[in-house]
């Protein structure tokens, strides 16, 4: 059943023993969503946990203190936040997968794999329309507020991105309202950098290709890269934005290599292209200006099938 903000919030009192997933490689909008609502779902009253990822970086693991469920915990209803698509689920949640009682999302390509989904593809982050629903519960605190932040400000590139609206920035003007310390999120997030990430993007930079004079680039990252950075997955956070920083480009790929094998690819374009289209060639999705895929092969084999299924989308194809 799709779900309004409203039937949401009386779904979310009506029940209990709550477990909140994340997805794979959680970013800040999975984690903020699932800290603020498991916060919120606990002034209720409720019980209710976080399963714990174990790929969460320590750049956000500290807004899920104290929220991680125990290894003997048996939910009674599972919610997953900012999950688009039944491979986004981490190993440790594949138990759940067939038992999603609600989705809450923002992705158009939603697959809607939960037996009730709260889907709002025009918010910029699924931080938003949880933001809404937890007004249905009760007041914002500024506890629920700060992951709240972090969850709207990282998917939009600290309010940046093409995505970002009007309603995007009186979500945050609300938040910083409840007296959060809104400043030192933005330094922590967004204007610090660690000199591994220094180095990768100086790698990047050297190695990337470019295309279409200039107006696709794309950088493949290869586990040697990382290791010559001396880079971890905390130092790789939005990597995807940073081509898109180069003038003139309008189509920027990423292409991690995976140590389990296969290349992930994350699309970002503001010239026009849509970039779920083009991700979804290769069984992937995500946003117009904004998406993702995984495939097999390497590098190279990665670089070609993504210029290919650009090419094809720009032609209409």
């Given amino acids: 059943m799709n779900f309004t903000v409203e039937q949401t919030g009386e779904f979310l009192k009506d029940h209990d023993g709550y477990l909140i997933l994340t997805h794979v490689r959680p970013d800040g909008d999975t984690v903020g969503c699932a800290a ?12 209710a946990h976080v399963l714990p990822n174990p790929e969460t970086t320590s750049l956000f693991s500290p807004y899920l203190e ?14 997953s936040v900012d999950m688009a698509a039944r491979g986004l ?14 989705a809450i999302d923002h992705h158009p390509s939603q697959e809607f794999f939960a037996q009730n989904t709260c889907l709002d593809a025009g918010r910029a982050a699924c931080g938003e329309l949880i933001y809404d629903i937890l007004r249905e519960l009760g007041p914002i605190t500024p506890a629920m507020a700060v992951p709240l932040y972090v969850a709207v400000s990282t998917d939009t590139g600290c309010f940046q991105y093409s995505n ?17 310390d809104v400043f030192s999120l933005n330094k922590r997030h967004f204007r610090t950098k660690s000199w591994a ?13 470019r295309y279409e004079d200039g107006k696709i680039a794309v950088a493949p990252v290869s586990l040697s890269l990382m290791d010559e950075a001396g880079a971890t997955e905390e130092d790789m956070e939005d990597i995807a934005a940073f081509l898109g920083q180069i003038e003139g480009v309008e189509t920027s ?16 374009t503001s010239g026009g292209l849509n970039a779920t289209k083009v991700c979804a060639r290769l069984g992937g999705g995500g946003h117009a200006a904004a998406a993702g895929c995984t495939v097999s092969g390497t590098l190279a084999e990665a670089e070609a099938a993504i210029l290919d299924a650009i090419r094809q989308v720009e032609a209409g194809a």
């Fill in 36 to 47: 603020a609502l498991c916060r919120g779902l606990r002034d209720l009253g409720k019980t």
């Fill in 66 to 79: 104290g929220l991680l469920a125990p290894e003997d915990f048996r939910p009674e209803t599972v919610v």
């Fill in 89 to 102: 689920f981490p190993d440790n949640a594949q138990q759940y997968l067939e038992r999603v009682d609600l």
């Fill in 164 to 180: 970002t609206t009007a309603d995007t920035h009186r979500v945050a003007a609300a938040l910083m309202e409840t007296g959060m």
């Fill in 197 to 209: 990430r220094l180095q990768v993007e100086r790698l990047l930079t050297e190695r990337m290709h």
């Fill in 253 to 268: 790929v990423t292409i991690r290599e995976l140590a389990e094998g296969g290349c992930k690819l994350s699309v970002r």
